[in-house]
């Protein structure tokens, strides 16, 4: 019997009603919509001067000739030797620049990680620049790889931040414009919060990462480039201002219906001409299951071996009604999602799709 496989739901449902009838899909303006290229920034750290060390309990405040202080935890590590980890950066600073090293009693410890996930960062930052020496994260003690929902969590204790600058040689990440990708540049990791106005997304992302402008409040204009793939869950949400988002893609990007969250259904979606039928909300072309007959008792028509054929036919039968109605429930879903929400935005996941 052959087993009936889930269909795509949905590609995209276009942003903005601006009444009860359908959305309008609006194609890009005949300008074309300029996109960032995808090469990373080459920074060359420049920190400033260091000019006293105050010790705070078991932690070490260090101030800066530019006004910035930060928090440290210093540590002779058996493994790694003298290391410090960033606890609070803090200060007067604008443009706070975490060196590389701190000087501490004769002894020079190199700054390898990140721990700012429950103190933060001050509200006077709002450019921030890591060196390349850091390799680790730290969350709740625990010493974690530099991954895409690690770094994205540290940085979200940055309100006013309107910029993240990455060291060239930084392990794992990039910045360009001040935003966060992969090494490889396929993945936008995250947006800082304070960014502000347009966010172009470099030209050869593929994928949009879990949260990468979650909270970005002052961006109005989000541009996605025409090789974007997929964008995952909660990937824009809380971003009230967000007006417009141009789409170079001529098919629809695949996410999770909550990569858009509840405060950018004032924006509009522009897509490129002649894109329309990629994007539009189509039902699943689905066939109800067939279910087998039943066979005659054994010693009359039916024999053991039809029993164990139709044994076999039914599960297989019902493997298929679990198919077709997750199929169905998952329309359903999102029917009711796009009726909720007047036109809101929805992408289907994919899964194993990895940031």
């Known amino acids: 019997m052959k087993k009936i ?7 995209l449902l276009m942003l903005g009603a601006c009444s009860n009838d359908d959305p309008v899909v609006r194609p890009v303006p005949n300008d074309p ?28 405040r260090v101030s ?27 200060g007067s600073a604008a443009d706070v620049i975490v060196p590389a090293s701190v000087n501490y009693n004769e002894r020079t410890f190199t700054v390898n990680s990140l721990d700012i996930m429950l103190e933060g960062i001050d509200d006077t930052v709002t450019s921030l620049t890591f060196p390349n020496t ?25 309100n006013k931040v309107e910029s993240i600058n990455l060291e060239e040689g930084f392990p794992n990440f990039c910045s360009i414009d001040g935003a966060v990708y992969s090494a490889d540049l396929q993945t ?22 879990p949260r990468a402008l979650y909270y970005c409040s002052q961006i109005d204009v989000l541009t996605l480039p025409a090789g974007i793939v997929s964008i ?13 988002i141009n789409c170079l893609a001529t098919t629809a990007p695949e ?4 990569a858009f969250g509840q405060y950018a259904h004032n924006g509009v979606l522009r897509i490129p001409t002649g894109a329309e039928d990629a994007y539009k909300f189509t039902k699943p072309d689905m066939a ?25 036919a039914y599960a297989e039968y019902e493997v298929a009604m679990g198919e077709y109605y997750a199929a169905l429930n998952e329309y359903n879903e999102v029917n009711e999602y796009y009726d909720s929400h007047e036109g809101w935005v929805y992408f289907k996941n994919v899964e194993g799709v990895n940031f």
């Open 64 to 90: 800066y000739a530019n006004g910035q202080e930060i928090v440290y935890s210093l540590v002779n590590s058996s493994s790694l030797g003298y290391v410090a980890t960033v606890k609070k950066i803090q």
């Open 134 to 158: 850091i390799t680790q994260l730290v969350d709740n003690s625990i010493f974690a790889n530099l991954t895409s929902d690690y770094f994205r969590a540290q940085m979200e204790r940055g």
């Open 5 to 11: 496989a889930l269909l795509p739901v949905a590609a």
């Open 232 to 244: 995952g869950d909660e990937a824009v949400v809380f971003n009230d201002n967000l007006l417009l």
């Open 33 to 60: 919509v300029q996109t960032v290229p995808s090469v990373a920034d080459h920074i060359t750290l420049n920190a400033p001067a260091q000019a006293e060390v105050k010790a705070e309990g078991s932690y070490f």
């Open 288 to 312: 109800l299951p067939i279910e087998p007959t039943e066979p005659a008792m054994p010693g009359a028509d039916a024999t053991d071996d039809d029993w164990t054929a139709f044994d076999e």
């Open 255 to 258: 996410a999770v219906s909550g």
């Open 188 to 209: 936008l990791v995250c947006v800082p919060r304070g960014y502000k106005g347009t966010m172009t997304v470099a030209e050869d992302t593929k994928f949009i990462a």
